[in-house]
């Protein structure tokens, strides 16, 4: 069964420091989407990104925050200057095939856990 | 987007049947159901979706009422590694919709 990987699982960093969290999203698919959960708490919307372009983004995802679609597989999220605050699970999401259905599942990656110290 | 109320946690036994209720009264016309389930630090995996009446799958059941005001998922003879946090929410669950999480039901299936 096809599914969505990220890399890296966890990601320890120091503050002000850059991070790319990647995706591969599944094959086909045309919707991508960032999350992230902070530890015991709900599972967020970050940004949603279509056709090479964001299509929706939360006001959790400031400019401190880019995605991109550097080639046709993966997906990654970029944090410019990470604050103590950005550490939390980051989950990459994909759906959309070629059908376009509005009923597409989101299938969810396993997830990288970024640490900020 | 439907606000979206479930019980916070449910307790169940080995073998049992578990049955979660979904509170959704503001349901738009065209918004479907869908539920996720969560084990700890991974993603939410779908487990099933419907529009009205009853959708089964090799996973769970989902009934949903004629007013479409609440839903209900149902998990046959659940295991120890049913215990995870499910998730009902209420919209289009893919193009371009974002998914909208709350804080979800909190399964504990014990031996």
């Known amino acids: 069964e096809p599914e969505v990987t990220q890399t890296p699982s966890h990601q320890v960093t120091q503050m002000g420091q850059e991070v790319i969290l990647r995706c591969v999203p599944i094959s086909n698919h045309l919707y ?41 597989s993966n997906f990654t999220l970029k944090i410019r200057s990470t604050k103590l605050e950005d550490s939390a699970m980051y989950f990459c999401a994909s759906s959309g095939d070629t059908s376009l259905s509005s009923t597409d599942t989101q299938y969810f990656g396993p997830g990288t856990r970024l640490t900020v110290l | ?76 003879r659940v295991s120890l590694s049913d215990t995870a946090v499910y998730y009902c929410l209420v919209g289009f669950s893919g193009g371009y919709n974002k998914l909208i999480f709350g804080a979800g039901t909190r399964l504990a299936v014990h031996p």
């Open chain 1, 32 to 72: 991508f989407y960032w999350y992230r959960q902070i530890l015991g708490q709900k599972v967020e919307f970050l940004v949603s990104f279509y056709n090479n372009e964001i299509s929706e983004k939360s006001e959790i995802f400031d400019d401190q925050f880019s995605v991109e679609r550097p080639d046709g």
């Open chain 2, 1 to 76: 987007l439907a606000k979206t109320t479930q019980p916070i946690s449910m307790d169940s036994y080995e073998g049992q049947e578990v049955n979660i209720t979904c509170s959704h009264n503001n349901i738009a016309t065209n918004d479907y159901i869908t539920w996720y389930q969560q084990f700890p630090s991974q993603g939410p995996r779908f487990i099933i979706q419907g529009y009205k009446t009853k959708v089964t799958n090799e996973v769970a059941s989902l009934f949903i009422p004629a007013d479409r005001k609440s839903s209900t998922l149902s998990l046959p």
